[in-house]
């Protein structure tokens, strides 16, 4: 059959080519239906396995400061409670330190306060009534980074920098995405600060639980302490640790930083270790910079308590470390600094 051809004008030219049966066009049709389905299948395979790789290696990936507003941004509150004064000019930054009990958040918080312009308000949300629901915990923020919340940290006249700590089991994960839309929409930049070992935290935590009954330093119970004298009387306790159990222990205690993690990591925020922190002073100059500060020397009057090799601090020492070896959690068994 031969070609048709039509002229419109001098420039187009328009070939139609002679027609073909109907199941040539079906051959066509369905052999490049065929090639899309294996093409698409092969992406979505690839894209579904780089997902799951990224979702077991999430701590790794966001262990750096995100890359989204590297500079904090600036707020110009204007509390309700008193004046400002000369300082309403003054910007000021938000933060959150998100932590888990026994993590050496308490020090890291005196760290900071030690800075002249920074104003970290403790653990807010440890009162159930604060974190009660959505509505309370907005509430609580507001007065917080709206500088109308005193306690014995506040600076609030020429403060460059405001916030808290709050432990995961807050009602943080609980309320994660109304949490990460609040700190997006009011540029909160969060402070993630983790043990590595979560076998030393176990300890912390289990000797810290006994004191508050015990209350080992003249009948008061303390989760902090500021002498020599009263770390040897809160460490001479070595709990024993439930080796049936400790195991699925870790990692729950792993799945809750992993999931801290993933649901936060739209955020602006940087990741801490404590051990870090004690074995190198120089991630104190990282914080600073991370919440925009002028760099000064930070100092802490906290004394460490439990020090030394971890079978020092274990009544059940052979059992814990017959259950850990073999495992991945066998690293947590030798010193870390």
Known sequence: MAECICLFNKDTLIIKPPKKSPLFSRTIAL??????????????????????????????VIEKPSLEGQIPTLHYPKPESFSRGECASN??????????QRSGSGWFETLL???????????????IDRRKNVSTIMQTLEKV?????????SKNECSAAIGFKWMLNQGLIDHHREIVEYFNRRDVSAIFLFRRN???RMVSVLANSYDRYAKLLNGTHKSHVHSEQEAAALSSYKPIIDSKSLISDLKEAEMA???ALEYFNSTRHMVLYYEDLVTNRTKLKEVQEFLGLPQMELTSGQVKIHKGPLSDSVNNWDDVNKTLNGTKYERFLHADY
Do not use: Q
């Open 91 to 100: 910007p000021v930054r938000f933060f959150a330190i998100l932590s888990m």
């Open 113 to 127: 306060n030690s800075h002249i312009n920074v104003s970290s308000n403790g653990e807010i949300f440890s009162v």
């Open 257 to 259: 930083v992993v999931r």
């Open 145 to 153: 980074y709206n500088l109308d919340w005193f306690t014995s940290a």
């Open 31 to 60: 052999w490049f239906a065929m090639m899309c389905g294996v093409y698409i299948y092969g992406t979505c395979l690839k894209h579904v396995g780089t997902f799951t790789k990224l979702r077991f290696h999430s701590i790794r």
């Open 198 to 200: 979560l076998l030393r």
